[in-house]
């Protein structure tokens, strides 16, 4: 039976990770594209961002593009496959209801 | 961990709507866009064709396709610029490929042909176009196909059945149905 995911189901996160998954593969989007998607803050982007990196569910690859600093952000296999088992576990809450 | 149903509702809720808004802003954002830009290109240089000058329409093509590429160069740097690839394909590449190889095609036929008449002309770029537009569509994403099928049965049956009207039927079903096509894909895709 799928599980919920606690790091996961705090709602910046669950939105971060809904936005990642909607992405192909091997996409990755850029950190300033995802703050305005989200409409958060770069702090608390951020501060998210670091929660679901330690737990492998992102990842986080910063690069130069014409010479300025870039960071772009990709969910994992892990994070996918783990975002998956979320939203089944949410389904059957409400199916059991 | 527990999760009220009313919970769980809520999240899947903040889920499907965060989805559905990537997807519009991230992968669908630029499409739109291309189709509204082409379909008013379309509309106007038809309209044009129907009822301006010879020379005065071709001139307004003229523009109309310059400005066309201009927009589509923008919007293309524009589209790319949030979502990257973090290990390139060599799709993208070979379908670049493809649109360059089938310009150049349409160019030796319009040639072979030569000379044409403003209908043939414009028969050959909406047949190539379409030619290319199925290919994409069998391709990436199936729906797509019938719309370029269509599009070649509207412009077959206003080039043989209708010619008299066949510029102004171009104009309002080709570019205003990618027009309305582009405006569906922004708000319902």
Not at chain 2, 27 to 43: C, H
Not at chain 2, 135 to 149: C, K, Q
Not at chain 2, 157 to 165: E, K, R, S
Request: net charge positive; charged share 15%.
């Amino acid at each position: 039976m799928a599980e919920l995911n606690e790091t996961i189901h705090q709602t910046v996160r669950l939105r971060i990770m809904a936005a990642l998954v909607t992405l192909g593969p091997s996409e990755e989007v850029d950190f300033s594209y995802l703050r305005d998607l989200l409409e958060v803050t770069d702090g608390n982007l951020g501060a998210h961002l670091r929660k679901l990196e330690e737990a492998g569910y992102i990842a986080v690859n910063k690069i130069f593009v014409e010479r300025k600093p870039r960071t772009f952000v990709a969910a994992t296999a892990a994070g996918r496959k783990v975002f998956q088992e979320h939203v089944a576990a949410l389904e059957s809450i409400i199916k059991s209801k | 961990m527990n999760v009220s149903p009313s919970e769980a509702e809520e999240a899947l809720a903040t889920i499907q709507t965060m989805m559905k808004k990537t997807r519009r802003a991230i992968s669908s954002s630029g499409a739109y866009v291309l189709l509204i830009v082409w379909g008013v290109i379309w509309l106007l240089g038809f309209l044009g064709s129907q009822f301006l000058p010879k020379e005065t329409a071709s001139f307004a093509w003229m523009v109309l396709d310059i400005t066309g590429g201009i927009l589509s160069a923008v919007l293309g740097i524009r589209m790319n610029r949030g979502v990257r690839r973090s290990a390139p394909t060599t799709s993208g590449k070979r379908i670049a490929i493809f649109w360059l190889l089938l310009f150049f095609y349409c160019i030796a036929a319009v040639a072979v042909s030569w000379p044409v008449d403003g209908k043939q002309l414009a028969m050959y770029i909406i047949l190539f176009v379409t030619v290319g537009w199925v290919a994409m569509g069998l391709l990436l994403s199936f729906t797509s196909v019938w719309w370029g099928l269509a599009m070649t049965v509207l412009a077959l049956v206003g080039y043989f059945l209708l010619p008299d009207i066949f510029y102004i039927l171009m104009g309002i079903l080709g570019g205003g149905g990618m027009i309305a096509l582009g405006f569906y894909i922004r708000y319902k895709w």
